[in-house]
């Protein structure tokens, strides 16, 4: 053992690898990523790693490992598991050999995804167990316990850390690599009536499975990440995950009340909750997300008899989205146990400045954005948008992005809007990363079914938003290997685009102009815009505002809103710590005030 | 010891290497460390913080309204967005120079530094601002005001760690290519004196 300072994803990575875990794949997504991350540059010779191309490959890959007797630990965000939810459903019926841990990691907030989904809710739809840690040091600890479950009970588990557990940092205690567990795989070993899944296996199957999380609710009763500390009065608190630490904190000014924490929240220990619930009178529910300790709760009570009244987010006692805060959690606490708070004397603080996230200075999805505007001009259009960097695209001034939904959406929306409109123009744009990700089978889609629209593919040889992970177009892998790219380009010829024509974004006037050419091509036809993410490229220079010829009409403020682009005493300026030479503003100068790249 | 620390600025302005000197600094001393961050699509010129726990007994990386022994203020109106986590007493060492938001250049309604930083001057008993334009032109980059920062919350004396601390954290931490750069700024606060 020996103390580490670990990021809560770096300490759940280690946790795997002292598991003896095998083999490791996911797909980037925030706060997810740096789990993958911290396996591939810690982990001994013989465990396996990869980004998959998505969340349904990396499911399917850590399934196929686990039937052949490895453990398996698949990484994702919880928009992740709906990509993965086909073979999750599945794999919980067919169960497993060696042991699953399924990483989904939680988004309260959201502050940086789509959906506020439960992943809690998740596990008790797809029946699999579900370990919920409150730290660092308990999400390394209970990982190693999930891959024991799982083998135990043949059934992937998860690991469900939030944002605040899977980015806080701390110092604690791990393994040292001569303590790791070693676990050699037997392989695959042929059984049909095992890992072929038909209706009548499913039947027998899900019977087995209910049996088994009814029993499991009283293991769990007995299992150390779910606890009672007690406390005198008889008004008590349950919580979860990040929210029990906020808890604790509060505890100091409040006093000990009765306190269940909650670590494997599915299945449910109602024995436990049972024991914690006889003798309160009032019970508040201190959770994120779905309210589902205050269902469960509630559920016993009302099985069981009790006339203990369970509070939380459907009773209005906490609120109902969002992410907790230590003031909130404490504030709730003190409402409910009646304890007067002390006056917050903090200041009113004056207007603030508004600080939405923008697309980096010089980043080339900026110009690729103001091209196809600029080529549009004046009609009749659609900009379907996708996840990735390039989402910043709908801010002002450049507004380049009319639909968001999901990974993969904006093929669908845009192919659907032009059956409908022929006179609307048509585009979807989606990056590298996510080109492989899920847009491949909507191009298929719109060539077979004789849509019409314009694909622009975001090319910046990365997978930028989630930190700089590769992917099949960068040519590297997780284990090091050098290896041929996946053509973009020749994917889409191979589906059968007819046009397909790639162009440097920082190039204005060329980019405009295809853009125009390829867009009035009849049926689909692609434009890649290629030019590398400006965190990893290296400056081409620094532009100048020559102040002598500025004019100060602020066209380069107003049309592409670059964030080293300010304006004071009647002139532009550029903040040359931010400007990495892309040039654009000065293309579009009227004024050829801007010099230099 | 026990210390909350609040770094705050906008996203690329080098908030978390700072977090890491310190919290690096601070576990070579033997003290317990726990830290939270804004990392994800708020790095793209948001508003990220970083709160910074040091001491034993601590159960939640967050820090609470009122809890901050120090802010460290990489850019005013992030300092004073983060004026309530203040304890009261407590210190603020902040960067005088603003960094605009897009949309204020559009807009143009562009903030002053000055409106924040007198806001603070009225509300903060023990604040240190730091003339962030000439520091960096002593020093001789653009890209090293996070140290400058932290060596001026070395000199208000709220940081509980010692340069010595920190000059380790940095020779640990940092390549070795950009030792003489980043120790340079974090002397700068000391000639101020």
């Known amino acids: 053992m020996h103390r580490e300072f670990l990021m809560g994803n770096e300490a759940i990575a280690l946790g795997a690898l002292a598991a003896g875990v095998n083999l490791v794949c996911g797909y980037p997504g925030t706060p997810s990523t740096e789990v993958l991350e911290t396996v591939a540059k810690r982990r001994s010779e013989g465990v396996y790693v990869e980004w998959s191309v998505n969340e349904k490959t990396a499911m399917e890959m850590a399934g196929g490992a686990a039937y052949a007797g490895a453990r398996a630990l698949v990484t994702m965000k919880q928009m992740g598991l709906n990509v993965a939810a086909d073979p999750l459903m599945c794999l919980s019926y067919i169960g497993v050999k060696g042991g699953l841990v399924v990483l989904v990691a939680d988004d309260p907030g959201p502050i940086s995804s789509q959906t506020e989904q439960d992943s809690r809710t998740f596990a008790a739809f797809s029946k699999a167990p579900l370990f919920d840690p409150s730290s660092a040091q308990e999400a390394y600890d209970m990982i190693q316990a999930a891959f024991d479950f799982s083998e135990a009970h043949q059934t992937p588990v998860f690991l469900r850390p939030t944002t605040r557990v899977s980015h806080g940092y701390a110092d604690i205690r791990v393994k040292d690599p001569e303590e790791y567990t070693v676990n050699t795989p037997e392989g695959f070993v042929k059984d049909s009536s095992r890992w072929v899944i038909f209706p009548r296996l499913s039947y027998q199957n899900h019977i087995k499975i209910e049996k088994r999380n009814a029993l499991l609710q009283d293991t769990l009763s007995d299992c150390p990440f779910n606890q009672i500390l007690p406390g005198p009065g008889r008004k008590g608190v349950a919580a979860s995950g990040i929210s029990y630490t906020y808890v604790m904190e509060a505890r100091r000014q409040l006093g000990d009340m009765p306190l269940f924490k909650v670590g494997v929240p599915f299945p449910f220990p109602e024995k436990l909750a049972k024991d914690f619930l006889s003798g309160l009178d009032e019970v508040l529910c201190v959770e994120e997300l779905d309210p589902v300790l205050e269902r469960s709760l509630t559920y016993v009570c009302g099985k069981y008899g009790l006339k203990t009244k369970i509070y939380g987010k459907l009773t ?16 709730a606490l003190s409402a409910f146990l009646g304890i007067p708070q002390a006056q917050d004397t903090a200041p009113a603080l004056p207007p603030l400045p508004v600080r939405p996230p923008v697309l980096c200075a010089g980043c080339p999805h900026r110009a690729s954005f103001y091209a196809v505007k600029q080529a549009m001009k004046g009609q009749k259009t659609i900009f379907c948008g996708d996840i990735g960097c390039y989402t910043l695209g709908n801010a002002q001034p450049l507004d380049m992005v009319d639909t968001c939904l999901c990974m993969g959406a904006g093929l669908g929306i845009a192919q659907a809007v032009n059956h409908l409109d022929k006179d609307t123009r048509c585009f979807a744009f989606v990056g590298d990363s996510t080109f492989f990700a899920s847009a491949i089978p909507g191009v298929v889609n719109a060539v077979y079914n004789q849509a019409e629209f314009t694909l622009i593919v975001l090319d910046n040889s990365t997978t930028a938003m989630t930190g700089h992970q590769p992917h099949p177009g960068t040519g590297k892998t997780m284990m090091g290997e050098i290896v041929e790219k996946v053509s973009i380009e020749g994917v889409l010829r191979g589906i059968g685009v007819q046009t397909v024509e790639t162009v440097d974004p920082l190039n204005h006037a060329l980019s405009v102009e295809t853009v125009k050419r390829v867009s009035a091509q009849p049926g689909v036809k692609a434009v890649i815009f290629k030019s590398p993410c400006v965190v990893l490229a290296k ?23 670059c964030p080293a682009l300010s304006f004071a005493d009647g002139k532009a300026v550029i903040d040359p710590g931010q400007c990495v030479g892309c040039s654009l503003c000065g293309q579009l100068c009227p004024a050829g005030a801007i010099l230099g790249r | 010891m026990r210390k909350n620390i609040v770094l705050c600025g906008v996203g690329g302005q080098g908030t978390v290497l700072a977090s890491r000197l ?42 609470a309204r009122g809890e901050a022994d120090l802010i460290l ?15 009261p007493g407590g210190q603020v060492v902040v960067s005088n120079r603003a960094v605009m938001p897009v949309t204020a250049s559009l807009s143009g309604a562009a903030y002053r530094a000055e409106d924040m930083l007198s806001f603070l001057r009225d509300h903060v008993e023990r604040l240190m601002v730091v003339d962030a334009e000439r520091a960096l032109a002593e020093v001789g980059s653009s890209k090293v005001l996070n140290l400058i920062l932290l060596g001026a919350a070395l000199e208000s004396g709220a940081l509980g760690l010692t340069e010595e601390d920190l000059r380790n954290a940095i020779l640990e931490k940092i390549p070795e290519k950009f030792h003489a750069l980043n120790l340079k700024a974090l002397e700068w606060a000391k000639q101020e004196e």
Do not use: W
Not at chain 2, 50 to 63: A, E, F, K, Q
Not at chain 2, 73 to 87: D, I, N, S, T, W
């Open chain 1, 539 to 561: 400056p081409q220079g620094r532009a100048t505002v020559d102040q002598a010829k500025c004019v100060g009409c602020k066209k380069c403020i107003r049309e592409i809103g």
């Open chain 1, 316 to 331: 209005g006692h906490t609120p109902a989205a969002g992410e907790n805060t230590r003031d909130g959690v404490k504030a």
């Open chain 2, 73 to 87: 203020g990489f850019e005013p109106g992030e300092a004073v967005r983060m004026l309530p986590y203040l304890k």
């Open chain 2, 22 to 63: 310190i919290s690096a600094a601070a576990m070579a001393k033997g003290l317990p460390v726990m830290s939270a961050e804004t990392i994800g699509m708020a790095q793209r010129g948001g508003s990220v913080f970083s709160h910074l726990r040091l001491g034993d007994n601590v159960y939640s990386p967050m820090i």
